[in-house]
C-alpha cells in the first residue's frame, strides 16, 4: 500500500485508495484532458473535486502540490522507480501518463515530439486565447464599453482554429490515423469555445470544416464523453 502521507493535499483530500493514481481537478477544459486520457487509458485513479469557485485551488495544501494554485494536479503512487510523484500542468500530466503506459505517444521519435509539439500549441495557444475570449464574451468583460480587447481574442481564436483546421485536412487526427495526446490536449477546449463561452457564431466556428469534423470524431469516443463529466460537479 502506497503511503501519501507526506504529501500535504492528502489532508485536505484524503486518499480512499491511497494505491491508485489521485487527481484533483474540475471539469474545466485544463481538467478533462487528464480525465479523458485516465478514461482512455482505463488505469484506476481516484479523483477529488477541487471547487475553485470556493478559492478552494488556493488554500495551502493544494498549493503544497500545485504552487501555481491552479487546477489539475496529480500524484501517481507508483512513480519513477516504484516511488510515488506529484505532478502540476496538465500537459505534464498527459505526457507523463502516454510516456508511462506507452500509449496515445507515438513510439517513432520525430512522431513522438511531433506530437509534444502540437501538446503545447494547445497550452500555449488555444488554452489562453480561448480562455480570454470566453472573459470578454461571456464573463465580467462582457460589460466593457470598449470592445477592442474582446475582439483582439476573437480574431486570435479564428486564427488558431484556421491553424488547426488546415492541420486536420486530409487527417481524421492531429498526427494522421493515430489518436494522441495531442487531441485530448485541445479536444475539450475547442469544446468550451463553442458550448460554454457561447462563442460558436462569434468565430465562425461552422467555417472550419475540418476541425469541426475532428471535434465530432472527438466527442463520439467514449472515454471523451466520460471524461468531460469528471469530476462531477457538486
Known sequence: MADLSSFEITRRWPAAHPDRIQLYSLPTPNGVKVSILLEELGLPY????VDIGKNESKLPEFESLNPNGKIPAMIDP?????????????G?????LAEKTGRF????AACRWETIQWVYFQMSGLGPMFGQLGFFHKFAGREYEDKRPRDRYVAEAKRLLGVLDKRLDGRE???G???TIADIASLGWVNNLITFYEARDLVGFDNYTH????????????AVQRGLRIPARS
Request: charged content about 25%; glycine content about 12%; hydrophobic content about 40%.
Open 46 to 49: 481516484e479523483v477529488h473535486l
Open 78 to 90: 507508483d512513480g519513477p522507480g516504484g516511488q510515488p510523484l506529484g505532478l502540476f500542468e496538465s
Open 92 to 96: 505534464a500530466m498527459l505526457q507523463y
Open 105 to 108: 505517444i507515438p513510439k517513432d
Open 173 to 175: 487526427w492531429i498526427m
Open 177 to 179: 490515423d493515430e489518436y
Open 211 to 222: 476541425v469541426k469534423a475532428w471535434l465530432e470524431r472527438g466527442l463520439a469516443r467514449p
